[in-house]
């Protein structure tokens, strides 16, 4: 019971900063819209979300600023592949270069160099009271940070946004026809533009999460290849919010399981149980989760004069 | 009718592309209540100039007049607002979406953010019976008929408070059915004031339907006229400046040995649902053996389980002799089939792929094509600029993608294809379809060559007349089935009609 | 011709802002930008050591983007290069660092194209789960990568690991599998002509033979493929292993004309880079060769300006990230043209180079 | 800084190839704490690359010694064999490798800290301090310093008390700091007490996750307490390696012509690493653990315990 509960809140812990990406990504996707980028978006993320929570003295502010960052990167993202309709799969790896040498440099220019990594107050974890008291689960789920509350209530919450709102139709429509869009009069790039920058907005809270929430403090390459996990956790969770989210926890899983495995001192080589998240993924879509379908026009650029 | 109140005027409308001027000084004007026809081959500039009118293009010169106001369009919102409602050639639906969400799709309501699906769709079930449609707004436009489809673009037209209605070819994929049930429609909604832009190439729809008609040709406005006793071959000569036949000239058919026949064949879907249901029948050397049905009847797969591309649960299928079922499409290719997709474009060419290599997409790797994998390309130019030439495919160069090809190039261009090297069973579906005169007459002339070579000829088609003047024997589909198969000289378009709704002979 | 021209002189323009901005940057931490980029030109260019250093680093560049390309001409999107070179790698080392008495002219080839069979098993196997399970191949080859560097790391503290001491490290390859260093004086070696082959074979598999030619009908179009009696899944398991088996030489020249041995975390990232050689330069071979140039003078330079200049290693990717961007965006620059030269829009249902997700 | 009295005109010139950021805060810090100290101590002008790509180990090294520096390092084993080959080109420069025991005469000598040494105190005051009998090591990559650190760790906890449970784990990676958390998270709810923290930058995850969860922590290669000071709460003690010191002794060997093509090990015995006082923890130590401390350490000074036996 308590391996079940303890595998439960590593999981969640460790599923959030990846299940928030993957929830901004959800919203660039479905407008058609492919970031490869989220990588070097959450390291923007986490850089300003531990300057702006130092600056404040608060962690949440510094999870806004991580947002707006992401956002402002988002708007320049934005720019290049749906104004210039550039390729989005490089425009992401370059941004994902970029992130890497602008947030090292930004880090030794503002922090120093110094073996005191620059640190910020972070997340505390706030019980629900009652809640929290539920056997196995209430202390995994009902005794974690503030945002893993809040990133959970997300889930419904993009799920119902994209079914039931205007906005989300059209966001919907974006990624699915654009050419049908236009002709219903809708601004195809004003919805792309939204759609990025509200994501960005996500996956830049979601490495302000990793450096406030996981950690509080902000280290050079520390996003550690979650962006691209929130990749995959989109494709395996099926373009569908509750799918991303049993996604990220699979992979939270992985982690927590793998962990739990080296604590436990199994004599299995380190590298295997490094592996397991990764075949777990691999094993799970070969399985049971088959084809998954994209939006329509995901990753295509668009033009209006086309017809 | 003396007094017309003109809504919409288009003055010296000129639209150029880079090398090309597709429209020329177009005039043209649309009075209230009333069904004017834009009548003009492919290419001649209609969707262009209903671009125009629906904000999708700018014109290069000219202005539009709305109810008297000059307007100026600079997107297709604008357009919408101003109560231009376009149902265009390839329809604009998000098939992922259901009918109620694809029409309540940039509907503009201030204030509204949330969608309140239910309410919204009470409204347009209930708007469309006002016109006589029904809809169920909860179905997804992927599952729906074209027919439908069309519905659902009408009513998202005039659910948004169109005015002028702009249809560009409409019955192109129709039943007769349909077509009169979307000519009643029409009818329905001039008698209420609503203005009809009708774009067609077919000059008898256009003269049952519409109060005027105006013929393009080549960017350029040929006349305006009344619909008032102009004939067809008038318009034809209009439209493509020179005479035009409209019968069909067929030599008797001799039919010699069976090509292609089907015993029994069934298929059934995942769910176990029928797709296919005992179908029967024999085609033979030299006859044009012609299929009608309402589309999604089941033509799509009976031509995939001839093709290969889809295996039948049960039957037997014998191309000359040979068992066909559980052959892949290459052999079948191999076995003398050629084969005219219904939708030249998703099934039949590449289109970002240039002239040569969509030519040898059936040979390529056999000799003289290619030789131990590696492919002659002198070889295949020759060959292709000889067949381009010998099927008119006009072209620069075979260096061109075919994207660049008009819709009527692209037809010949598969013809060119699939004919060159006499096949025995000529397998085609919609052949014609979104063809002008000359090209049908054209595709038509070249599967007449192929029947008193000896081919045998499989035709699908939706459009009666052409099955009716065109096959020597007709099998109608309903739902999978062969409702019965006739000589078109015994029975009249009106009972194959009858049949393809599902009533036995 | 006029247009041709025209782009060539955009992206100078714009190469040029990407490196005027990286100045800024380089400024700003109190370097002198002329002395950097001094430094950049000097350490790509600037001398034959230089310039056999740009070759070295373009030789995996060149065969990371041919497995991009590889995969993308058959409509597939493969992330995996990485971990195909890493494959790659492994299998040159086992033949490389065995077999010693082998003569130079069998034993080279031999590792070579083991180094090649690594990697098209590593990309097989995407293309094997992809038409078997329907496996996405974005995430798939994305999940291998990290597999491919976890192995290697097992390995090398492990089964391969070279007998005496402690250290992560296969045993050396043996002087006969080592890859000739071709010009005295720089580290430039035979995988470049490995690299130049591979290019060739690319180009006349692609536009010359029957596959690659399939490989093109069914990228971009599958129904089409299918209904001219291709075998679409066929087609997108051999592009796989070809896009593997290129990855996986990108490791196998590395390791045997450059590092010596297997070690953890062997690669720079040749393999993400490759995906950007291969989308700047539109999966074409020349095209190829010139984003090879750029990532390789970038690197190269990159390693002179760090060394000459003590440019950090941080602003260094700064400028590299902002001249592929600039890089995009001059290749995209043409929209802001009045009149569009695409061709009109229609529902092109199978159709499009694009594959199912971007 | 001006010149040192007494040196040539030309300035010694020293360069080093780092496999990380410089300031990850452990084995890179410590490189670049090195050089800063020779420029402070010689006047020394230094250079140094950054995370080194494996592919041109080679070629930096032959770019600082062929653009005129007297010393060139290269800051782990994996640097061993390309300096080999370059040292070779350029017989007047000297090549020193840390972590690895590689020599080779005249030019090429190596710098190696006793690892299993400091793993083996580490793990004997875990040992002897831990009220719950479970110590932890989190460990980054599986290299030698690492290994061989996490191996001296269990073995002198175990020659503590052979029922003591001595878990040693690793992230695979220097970067993964929620990883390293996490892992440390794990290791103190399966009752660990004091961790050690040998990760280099995913340290900072350790210590984060022992001051969250309640646990004490020994730092590697540097006097935490000095450079982390906002965990003092939890900072039981490190293990130092004065590698500045011991590097710039090095570096002016060479200056001066004293330099020898060898091995050099640092260790207990010559005071370049020691055990860092306890401190604000001194409470927690009693006198007679203190003393049991002190003379563990006195033995692996002289010689009394020999470590070859539990390698
Ligand atoms: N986006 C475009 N760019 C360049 N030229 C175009 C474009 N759209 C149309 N054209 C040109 O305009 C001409 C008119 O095309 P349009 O689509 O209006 O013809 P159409 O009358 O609708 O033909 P159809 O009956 O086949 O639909 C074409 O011949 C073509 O050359
Ligand atoms: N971008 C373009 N630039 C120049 N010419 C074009 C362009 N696009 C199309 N064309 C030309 O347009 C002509 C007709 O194009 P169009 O799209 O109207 O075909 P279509 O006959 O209407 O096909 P369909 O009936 O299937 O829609 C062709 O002659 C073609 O060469
Ligand atoms: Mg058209
Ligand atoms: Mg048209």
Known sequence: MELLSYLLATDLRMAAPILIAALGLLFMEKSGVVNIGCEGMMLFGTFFGVFFARLSGSPWIGLLFAGMTGMVIGLFFAFIVVTLRANQIVTGIALNIIAQGATSTLNRLIFGVSSQAANAPGFEVVPIPLLSKIPVIGDSLFNQMGPIYLALLLVPLIRWFMMKTTMGLKIRAVGEHPHSADTAGINVRSVRYGSILAGSFLVGAAGGFLSLGILSLFSENMVSGRGYIALAVIIFGKWNSWGVLAAALVFGLGDAVQIKMQTAGSSIPYQFLMMLPYILTILALSGFVGKAESPAASGKPFRNDEL | ?????????????????????????????????????????????????????????????????????????????????????????????????????????????????????????????????????DLDPEQKVASLTVGQQQRVEIVKALFRGAKILVLDEPTAVLTPKEIQELFSMIKMLTDQNFSVIFISHKIDEVIEISNRISVLRRGKLEATINNEGVSKEELAGLMVGRDVSFCVEKTPCCPGDSVLALEGVGLKDREGRPLLKDVNFEVHEGEIFGVAGVDGNGQDELLEVITGLRSASEGSVCIVGQ?????????????????????????????????????????????????????????????????????????????????????????KLILARELHGKPVLLAAMHATRGLDVGAIEYVHQRILEQRAAGTAVLYISTELEELMSFSDRIAVMFRGEIMGIVRPEEVTIDQIGLMMAGSIT | MNRRLNTILVQCVSITVAFALGAVVIKMIGISPLFAYGALLNGSFGSINAIGETLVKMTPLILTGLSYAFAARAGLINIGAEGQLYVGGILATLVGSNFAGLPMIIHVPFAVAAAFAGGAVWGGLVGLLKVKFGANEIITTVMLNYIAIYLVSFLVTGPMKAPPGTMPESRPIVDSAQLVRILPGTRLHIGIFIALLALLFYYFFIFKMRQGYEMRVVGNNMESARAAGMRPQRTMVLAMLLAGGMGGLAGGVEILGIQGRLLQSFSPGYGFDGIAVALVGVNNPVGIVLGALLFGFLRAGGNRMQLIAQVPVSVIYVVQGLVITFVIIGQNLHVFQKVGVNRPFRRKTGDGPAPEVL | EGQKEGESSDQLKVAALLPGPINDGGWNTNMYDSLKFMEKELGAKIAYTERTPASDYEEIFRGYAASGYNIVFGHGFEFGEPAEKVAKEFPDVTFIITSTSISQPPNLGSFLVDDFQCGFVQGAVAAILSKSGIVGYVGGMEIPPIVNQSKGFVAGAKYVDKSIDAKALLTGSFEDIAKAKEMSKSLIAEGADILVADADESNHGVIEAVEEAGALVIGSSGDIYETVPDARDVILTSMTENMPKGLTVLAKSVADGTFEAKNYIIGLHDGAVALAPFRDKASLVSADQQAQIDKIIQDLKDGTIDLNQYK
């Open chain 2, 1 to 133: 009718m003396d007094t017309y109140e003109t809504v919409l005027e288009m003055r010296g409308i000129t639209k150029v592309f880079p090398g090309v001027v597709a429209n020329d000084a177009i005039n043209f004007d649309l009075r209230k209540g009333e069904v004017h026809a834009l009548l003009g081959e492919n290419g001649a500039g209609k969707s262009t100039l209903m671009g125009i009118l629906s904000g999708v293009y700018q014109p290069t010169e000219g202005s539009i007049v709305l109810e008297g106001a000059p307007v100026r369009f600079d997107s297709a919102r604008d357009a919408i607002h101003n109560g231009i409602g376009m149902v265009y050639q390839h329809f604009m639906l998000v098939p992922k979406l259901t009918v109620a969400e694809n029409i309540m799709l940039g509907i503009k309501r201030p204030k509204e953010p949330l969608l309140q699906i239910d309410k919204a769709s009470e409204q347009i079930v209930a708007f469309a019976r006002t016109y006589g449609m």
């Open chain 2, 323 to 411: 068992e066909v079922l559980g052959k892949s499409p290459r052999q079948i290719l191999e076995m003398g089939l050629a084969h005219i997709p219904a939708d030249r474009q998703a099934r039949g060419l590449v289109l970002s792929m240039d002239i040569k290599e969509n030519f040898i997409i059936n040979d390529y790797y056999r000799s003289p094509h290619s030789k131990r994998d590696i492919i002659s390309w002198p070889f295949v130019r020759k060959h292709t600029k000889e067949n381009i030439e010998r099927f008119d495919v006009r072209t620069s160069s075979i260096d061109t993608p075919v994207s660049t090809l008009s819709g009527g190039n692209q037809q």
